[in-house]
């Protein structure tokens, strides 16, 4: 069976972005389908689409939206490499970065000249985004200046603008109502923003915060020990989970060493993710400029922007802006908004391939969802 397709970069991931109406509608055969395009479950997915770990496994599958304030929708799927698993649970911003292009160049919102503006409907959070992409002359343009760090080359810019991202999956920025919590003998901080995450102290796990991806994914006593604490976190937060899968995502913090306002690692299974996740980033920022939280005690704020967040990460730097106003019962926070700048482009166009027997899930267990 031939499905097409578009492969993109968005930020400093990438994946197959699909049609919704090209796609089965029972979410079994959908998952069997995206399985089978990328090559799951393989540690290479030498038979499908994917790149053999979790930044290039993803899938967005993009349509008309359903919603009257925005222009289409879509629906993010991190494909498992080496499980039969399809997991819609998380979101992804880097991937988000592609959606706007990719409605415009094939005729689901029409270009304005020189930008356009694109509201999108993330149905993973129901959650709108407003992407902002450069289109001269009403075409798109991915020539530019604007650099992501992680990323090699130059590309024009692609500003996403997130309304309302607080409480994307437990309905509070502080999912268990206290800025500081103790688990497996370790302070860690719980935040619901654009993606529910819990962070740690780098130290609390014997680390200094700056170490590269390939040390980190080398130690895997260190490896285990993380995903216990996410796992007791998603407990604690009541997300259900499975391991290695779904949210909390986690990620380890340090005070910054080069010029930013903290540094971090973030993880994406088992994984140090190469850059930071652009929805991770969000994350963190908001727990930055939470009163008692240990990202707050470890910030650097600017005393000139101070809602601008620098991200330290192993490939550079990540910027976030925050809009927020203090709640004047509480004096926490209320974050209203959050914008960033990323980049995305298509690399392939075309169709791929599935074979019918992975259609029919022959030789398989069926995916969860």
């Known amino acids: 069976m031939r499905i097409p397709c578009v492969l993109m970069r968005g930020g400093s991931s990438k994946g197959l972005f699909f049609f919704a109406k090209d796609l089965p509608a029972d979410p079994a055969a959908r998952d069997r389908m995206l399985l089978a395009a990328m090559g799951s479950p393989d540690a290479r997915q030498i038979d499908g689409m994917g790149g053999g770990n979790d930044h290039s496994s993803k899938v967005v599958i993009v349509g008309p939206s359903s919603q009257p304030d925005a222009d289409v929708e879509y629906l993010f799927a991190q494909v498992s490499v080496a499980r039969d698993v399809v997991d819609v649970l998380p979101n992804s911003g880097n991937m988000l970065a592609g959606v706007a292009p990719f409605a415009v160049e094939y005729g689901l919102v029409k270009a304005d000249s020189p930008v356009t503006k694109v509201r999108i409907l993330n149905t993973n959070s129901q959650k709108v985004v407003e992407a902002t992409v450069q289109t001269p002359g009403g075409k798109v343009s991915y020539s530019g200046s604007f650099e992501v760090d992680g990323v090699p080359g130059k590309c024009a810019p692609v500003a996403l603008q997130f309304f309302d991202p607080t409480g994307t999956k437990t ?198 969802t």
């Not at 619901?192 to 200094?208: E, M």
């Open 171 to 368: 309905g509070r920025l502080l999912p268990t109502g206290s800025p500081r919590d103790e688990i497996l003998g370790m302070t860690v901080t719980c935040v619901d923003f654009a993606i529910p995450i819990v962070l740690v102290k780098a130290q609390s796990l014997g680390k200094s915060g700056y170490e590269s991806k390939q040390e980190l994914d080398g130690d895997a006593v260190f490896l285990q020990r993380l995903e216990e604490l996410r796992a007791a976190a998603a407990r604690l937060m009541g997300l259900a989970d499975s391991p290695g899968l779904g949210v909390p995502k986690i990620a380890i913090i340090a005070p910054p060493r080069a010029g930013g306002t903290i540094a971090s690692r973030y993880f994406v299974g088992s994984n140090c993710h190469p850059v930071f996740a652009a929805t991770g980033a969000m994350a963190l920022a908001a727990a930055c400029h939470t009163p008692d939280t240990i990202a707050e005690e470890l910030a650097v704020l600017s005393q000139s922007n101070p809602q601008q967040i620098v991200i330290e990460h192993p490939s550079g730097k990540v910027n976030c802006n925050l809009v927020s106003s203090a709640d004047p019962w509480t004096g926490i926070p209320k974050f209203v908004g959050a914008a960033m700048l990323t980049s995305a482009r298509p690399l392939l166009a075309g169709e791929v391939y599935v074979a019918d027997h992975c259609l029919r899930g022959e030789n398989q267990t069926p995916p969860r």
